[in-house]
C-alpha cells in the first residue's frame, strides 16, 4: 500500500535557523514520482520540486536543497537561513506511475519562522 | 507558466442553495484535472479525477450526485456542489495536471481554492 509520512506537525524556529522537514514514504512500485508543496496561509498550494524514483541526485534551489534516498525511503527537505516569509505547511506527496497522476499526500508540516 | 485561475475564491451560501466553482488552466491544457477537499489543519482529500470528455472518477465515500463535475474542455472543470449544506462547508481546491510532452513534467499544478461556508 502506498502511503506518505510526516511525522513533523510542527516545528518552530527563529530566522536564519536551519530546519529540515522529514518525509517518508512507502510504495511497491519501482517507478513513482515524489512531490514538495508548500501552502501559505493564503491557501494555493505552490509546487517546489518533482523526483522521479530513477534519479536519486540531491537538489539545491537558492536556500531549499531535498535530500532522496530510496534506502530510507525518504525524501526530505532542508531550508537553510529560514526566513519568516518560510511559515507555511509543506506537503510531501507521492504519486506511482500508471495511477493517473494521482497524489497521495502526508499529513504536512506547519513551520513557523519566527523573527 | 503553468498557471491555475480557481473561482470564486470564497462563497457565502444559504443551505439548500447550489454552488458552482470553476477551475481554469491558463496558460497549459489539461487532460487530467483534480478536485480536492482541505478541513482545517488537514491534509488535501482527494474527491474525484476529471478526464476531459469524460466522466469524472470519484474517490470512495464521495457523493457523485452530491458533487457534480464537468470537464468539458481542455482548460476549464467545474464542481457543482448541490443541494449544499452547512456540514459542506470547506476549503476546495482544484489542481491541473501537466504533461511530459507539454513540458510540464507531469506535475499537478493547483489553484487557489474556494472557501466555502454554507449557512
Known amino acids: 500500500a502506498q502511503k506518505v509520512t510526516q511525522a513533523q506537525t510542527e516545528i518552530s524556529v527563529v530566522e536564519k535557523e536551519d530546519v529540515t522537514l522529514d518525509c517518508v514514504y512507502e510504495t511497491r512500485d519501482t517507478t513513482y514520482y515524489l512531490f514538495w508543496y508548500k501552502q501559505p496561509p493564503s491557501g494555493e498550494l505552490v509546487f517546489l520540486i518533482r523526483r522521479n524514483s530513477f534519479d536519486e541526485q540531491n537538489e539545491i534551489s537558492g536556500r531549499y536543497s531535498w535530500n532522496f534516498q530510496k534506502s530510507t525511503s525518504s525524501f526530505n527537505f532542508t531550508i537553510t537561513a529560514s526566513q519568516v516569509v518560510d511559515s507555511a505547511v509543506y506537503f510531501c506527496?507521492?504519486?506511482?506511475?500508471?495511477?493517473?497522476?494521482?497524489?497521495?499526500f502526508g499529513q504536512g508540516t506547519e513551520l513557523s519562522v519566527k523573527p | 507558466g503553468a498557471v491555475v485561475s480557481q473561482h470564486p475564491s470564497r462563497v457565502i451560501c444559504k443551505s439548500g442553495t447550489s454552488v458552482k466553482i470553476e477551475c481554469r488552466s491558463l496558460d497549459f491544457q489539461a487532460t487530467t484535472m483534480f478536485w480536492y477537499r482541505q478541513f482545517p489543519k488537514q491534509s488535501l482529500m482527494l474527491m474525484a479525477t476529471s478526464n476531459e470528455g469524460s466522466k469524472a472518477t470519484y474517490e470512495q465515500g464521495v457523493e457523485k450526485d452530491k458533487f457534480l463535475i464537468n470537464h468539458a474542455s481542455l482548460t476549464l472543470s467545474t464542481l457543482t456542489v448541490t443541494s449544499a449544506h452547512p456540514e459542506d462547508s470547506s476549503f476546495y481546491i482544484c489542481?491541473?495536471?501537466?504533461?511530459?510532452?507539454?513540458?510540464?513534467?507531469?506535475?499537478?499544478?493547483f489553484g487557489a481554492g474556494t472557501r466555502l461556508s454554507v449557512l
Open positions: 489542481s491541473a495536471r501537466g504533461s511530459e510532452r507539454g513540458g510540464l513534467g507531469n506535475i499537478q499544478y
Open positions: 506527496a507521492l504519486s506511482e506511475a500508471g495511477q493517473g497522476g494521482k497524489l497521495i
